[in-house]
Structure formats: C-alpha cells, structure tokens
C-alpha cells in the first residue's frame, strides 16, 4: 500500500501559498508600475485653454514644461461657438512655475518628431493658475504655413530669378549677342594676330628697302639742289630787272588809277544828274508811246483804214487734224 | 455858169469831186464794228499770241498765253474766251502727250457750252482726240459723232475723219470706208485740202487692209501729192510708209525699203526725228528677214545709222 508519506509533498501548502504571494505581489508591482507611469498617482489639477480648430490635438498628447512632461491632455470638446475646448492634467508638483502669463503651444519635436504641448514657464512674480484656470494659448505656424510663407517670400525671387534667366537665354539679348560678339572678336584676333605677324615680317623688308630708297632719294635731292642753283641765279638776276623797273611800273599804274577815279568821279556826277530824269524820262515815254497806241488806234477806227483792219477773233483755235 | 460848165476840164473836176464825196459819205455809213472793252481785247490778244506760239513749236509760251487768256475771260463772265483757251490748252497738252492735262481742260470746258453752241463741235472733236488717246475708243467714237452731228460748217469733212479713223481703230472697216468716203466728199473746199489728204490716207489703209491694192496705191497716191503740194512733212512720210506697207503685203520688200527710204528722208529732214527712227527699225526688220532668206544682210553703215538714231548699242 502506498502511503501519503512522501517526502516531496511535506509543506505543499506553505510552497504553494508562497507562490501564489509572489505571483500576487508580481501583479501589484506591476499594476502600481502602469500606474506611476501613467501618474496614476501623482496629484493633478487641470488648466483649460481653447483654439479655433482640433487638428493636431489628440487625447492623451504630452504636456511639457522644458522639455519634461508634466501632463497631458485630459480631453478635447466642441463648444457652443464651434471653437475646441481642451483640458489638461498638470501635475501638481509643477504647478508653482506654471503662471498667468505663461502660455500653452502646440509644437513638434523636432521637424518630424510627436506633435506635443508646451507649456511656457510664468515669470517670477506673476500668480499661480489654479485648478480649472484658463491658460493662454499661443497659435503657433504649421509647417504648411510656414511654408506658404516661405513661399510667399521666395516667389518673387523666383520669378526674379526666372525673368533673368530668361534675358540671359534670350538668343538676340545683350548678354548672348555679347557672347556672340566676344567670340567673333577672338576668332578675329587669331586673323589679326596672323595679319600682324606677316606685316611685321614685311615690315622688316619693307624697311630695309625704304633706307635704300631714302638714301637714294636724298642723294637725288642732293643733286637736284645742285641743279637748281643757276635757276636761282637766273631769278636773282630776274628779280634784279624786276626791281629796276617795277617803281617806273608802278608810277604808271598809280597815274592810271588817278584817271580811273576821276573818269569813275565824272561818271557818279553824271549819273547823279542824269539818274532823278530817268522816272521821268520813263514816263515820258510810256506816256508817248500811249499816245501813240492811242494814235493808232484812233486811226484803226478812221475810214478808209477801218476796213482794212481786222476784226479781232474770239474764236481762234489752235489748228486741229483729223489725223494728229 | 452855163458857159463855165460846159467847159469839159471843169466837168471832169465836178465829177471827180462829186465822186470822192460819195465814196467819202460810202465809207461812213458803213456799220461800226462792235466795241470791246480793254480787258476783253487783252484775252484776245494773249489767246493770239498762245496760239501763234504753238505754231513755232513754243509750247510752255502757248499755255502761259492761254491761262492768261482764261484768267483775264473768267475775270469778265465771257465764256465763249473761256472755251476757246481750253480747248486751245487742251490741244497743246494732247500735242505734247500729257493726256491727263488734256483731259482736264476740255473736261472743264464741256459744263461751259451746250451742243447748240458754235464751239460745241471743236469742244466734242477735241475730246474725241483725248479719249482715243486714253484707249476708249468707244467714248472716243461717241465725240467723234457730236462733233460731227454739231458741225455744219467746213469743217465737218475734218470731224467725220476722225470719226472715220475711230471706226477703222475700233475694226468696224466697212462703217470707216463709208465714214472716209463722206468725208472725202466733204473735204473739197480749198481750205480743208489737208483734210482731204487725210480722206485718201486713210481709205489707202482701208483698202490696203481689204487687200485692194490697186485701189489703195490710188488713194496714198492722191494723198501723197496733196501732202507734197502743202509741205506737210509728216503727212508726206505717212503716205510714203502706207506705200511701203503696200510693197510689202505685195511680196516686193525692196520697194517697201524704197518707200522706206524715202520716208526717213523726209522725216530726218522735216525734224521729225522720233518718225525717222521708227522709219529706220522697219528697215531694219525688212533687212534683217531678207538675211535670213539669203538675202545680203543690211549695210553696216546703213546699220549703225539706224543704230545710233535709235540709240541701241
């Protein structure tokens, strides 16, 4: 027969109920655990603030005062005007730092990290909010409206940016005609330079054969001189009879002008005595000469002449042909 | 007294006295010419000398002449002056190839008449010239018929010859024969023998067209002896070329350069110098067919005088 006298089964009861105290002090651990994290704990009080709009809150979201958490957000509601209310659970331990003028603000951490709240720490002699006081909220910019502004900013430099691009592509614009024209102009001055070398090369001839011919000129000079001596000689003597004769020359010149003037001084004092008869003489003679057309055709009107002049003619054509 | 007057010396002085007194008291009775003021005399006189300048070849002098004529006429209401240096100006520019100045002169003087009026048929004649000019020969051959319709006078033979010539133009040849043979007919008086000549002329062409040629030779034959007692140059050398055309549609080109020939004499000589040239470019074509037949080619001194008169190199 087999007895209950085995030896592993002695204490079975103080075994098993220590087990089951360290598998109940294992879940209170952990419980007590969950909760401190979740500072189930820790004594809070609530502030409350509003926004215009929800999106980027959610329930639960961080709270944090330097970058510590010391909350989060209790919960999120529509008021009457369609604004979001928003509570939060602050622990009591911060509540000495979090002020009247401090302000709440909705930031991420980092340019992708959590949206979370920050909370803004009070100045020094400012009041202590209290359970269910009202917080201030600070409208900070999303990323979309900072990049709408940045945008906004840096459109103007891009079509800036883009117009001078365009002035600079433009194929008949300064600075390509310019481009155009430097490049000729150094393609040009490979020819000049080319141009250059070879009159320097026919220069260097050139000059040798122009000291010859400079030599040679003056030596013809030289001889022409030489040559042109008698002339002058022969001027000299020319000159020598001018001289003689050129006082006897200008006696009789100056004798011909005296008879000029006077000629000249009885031709003004003829004119001068003639001249106020000339209208008159004019007159004299229109006034004859109507006397004759007068004459004449009083004449023109006396018989037997009258019939032998004749009738002027309206009609007189200039002759016409058939056949022109 | 009896005995004086029966003395035959002192009848003969009484009746030569007597005579004088009568011729003397004839001449006064006769009626006085019309009076014209002075400034209607000066038009007359300045259309006068236009129209004695044109007839020496001074053109500009004609028309300076004629518009003053016209000014001072305008001047004094007188509208018949006033149509005489229109129709006069309108003939030298027509003589001088401005047709567009033509046009608006005789264009101003037909609003001035009406066809009851004397000058109307000068008026339509010369429009008639003027329109044939500009190539209307329809507008042309309707003046032509005005003027010749207004005319009853001598020169109406001179207006049916243009009407005639219109209508030969226009290739209506039977209307035009029938036209230049009314007109010959008309053409009699000793003062239209220019006119005449023109008849003959024109018939020689018509007939010459109808390839009547016996009958055409006839009529530049009459024309050309006209022409020859009259001294008219031009008129001379027309004929001679309507000859020339002649020989030519009767296969003897020699004879046509004969004529030919004879005309560039005339024309040279006469001062028609633009007819010369022409003349000579017809010999010219005669010489240069008759080389292509095998003929001898034109003479070159008879070349480079055709040459240079039409001033080709």
């Known amino acids: 027969m087999i007895t209950e006298e085995d030896r592993r089964f002695k204490h079975l009861e103080k075994k098993i109920g220590f087990f089951v105290a360290i598998a109940i002090a294992g879940f209170l651990a952990v419980i007590v655990f969950i909760g401190m994290d979740n500072d189930l704990f820790t004594p809070k009080y609530r502030l409350k603030f509003t926004v215009e709009k929800g999106t980027g809150f959610s329930r639960g979201m961080p709270v ?68 269910g006081a009202v917080i201030t909220f600070e409208k900070t910019k999303g990323l979309e409206e900072v990049a709408n502004d940045l945008a906004d900013q840096v459109k103007p430099v891009l079509i800036e940016v883009k117009d001078i691009i365009g002035y600079v592509n433009d194929p008949n614009g300064d600075i390509k005609q310019s481009m155009k024209n430097i490049r000729k102009l150094t393609a040009d001055l490979h020819s000049t330079r080319e141009k250059v070398d070879a009159l320097l090369t026919d220069s260097k001839q050139h000059v040798g054969r122009l000291t010859a011919g400079t030599e040679m000129l003056l030596k013809n000079t030289g001889d022409k001189i030489n040559a042109i001596a008698p002339v002058l000689e022969k001027v000299d003597r020319s000159m020598t009879t001018v001289e003689q004769h050129l006082p006897q020359l200008l006696e009789k010149a100056a004798t011909t002008m005296d008879h000029l003037d006077k000629t000249s001084r009885n031709l003004e004092k003829i004119s001068g005595t003639v001249a106020p008869r000339v209208p008159v003489l004019l007159n004299s003679a229109d006034g004859t000469l109507q006397g004759a057309d007068t004459v004449v055709d009083a004449l023109k009107d006396t018989w037997p002449l009258k019939n032998h002049v004749p009738v002027p003619r309206e009609r007189e054509l200039v002759p016409g042909d058939s056949n022109e | 007294m009896n005995k004086i007057l029966r003395d035959g010396r002192v009848r003969l002085l009484v009746g030569i006295i007597a005579a004088l007194l009568l011729l003397l008291a004839s001449g006064c009775a006769g009626k006085p010419p019309a009076a014209l003021s002075a400034l209607h005399m000066e038009a007359i006189r300045h259309n006068q000398r236009g129209v004695k300048a044109e007839a020496k070849g001074e053109s500009p002098q004609a028309l300076e002449e004629f518009y003053e004529s016209f000014r001072i006429n305008s001047s004094i209401e007188n509208t018949e002056g006033i149509v005489v240096a229109l129709v006069n100006s309108s003939r030298v520019y027509r003589q001088n190839g401005d047709v567009k100045s033509a046009l608006a002169m005789i264009g101003k003087a037909l609003p001035l008449i009406t066809p009851v009026d004397p000058l109307y048929s000068d008026v339509a004649f010369e429009m008639a010239h003027v329109q044939l000019l500009t190539g209307d020969c329809d507008a042309a051959s309707e003046w032509a018929s005005k003027a ?104 003897n080109p020699d004879q046509a350069v004969k004529f030919y020939q004879r005309a560039f004499t005339v024309s040279s000589n006469g001062g028609d110098e633009p007819g010369a040239a022409d003349v000579l470019s017809k010999i010219s074509r005669i010489r240069e067919k008759q080389s292509e037949k095998g003929q001898p080619k034109l003479p070159l001194a008879e070349r480079d005088t055709v040459r240079r008169t039409l001033g080709t190199p």
């Open chain 2, 148 to 251: 010749v319709t207004a005319d009853t006078g001598a020169k109406r033979g001179m207006r049916m010859n243009l009407l005639a010539r219109i209508l030969y133009l226009q290739g209506n040849r039977d209307k035009a024969e029938s036209r230049a043979k009314e007109a010959l007919s008309l053409n009699q008086e000793k003062t239209m023998l220019h006119e005449k000549a023109n008849s003959l002329r024109l018939l020689g062409d018509i007939q010459a067209a109808a390839k009547r040629n016996t009958e055409a030779a006839v009529s530049y034959d009459l024309a050309l002896a006209i022409d020859k007692a009259l001294g008219k140059s031009k008129k001379i050398a027309a004929d001679l070329c309507g000859l020339a055309l002649l020989s030519l549609a009767q296969q």
């Open chain 1, 64 to 131: 944090k005062l330097s970058g510590f958490r010391i909350g989060r957000i209790n919960s999120i509601s529509l008021n009457e005007m369609a604004r979001v209310d928003i509570e939060i659970q602050v622990g009591k331990a911060y509540q000495k730092w979090i002020k009247k003028d401090s302000v709440v603000k909705l930031v991420k951490e980092g340019l992708v990290g959590d949206s979370i709240i920050e909370v803004s720490v009070g100045t020094h002699n400012a009041e202590v909010l209290k359970d």
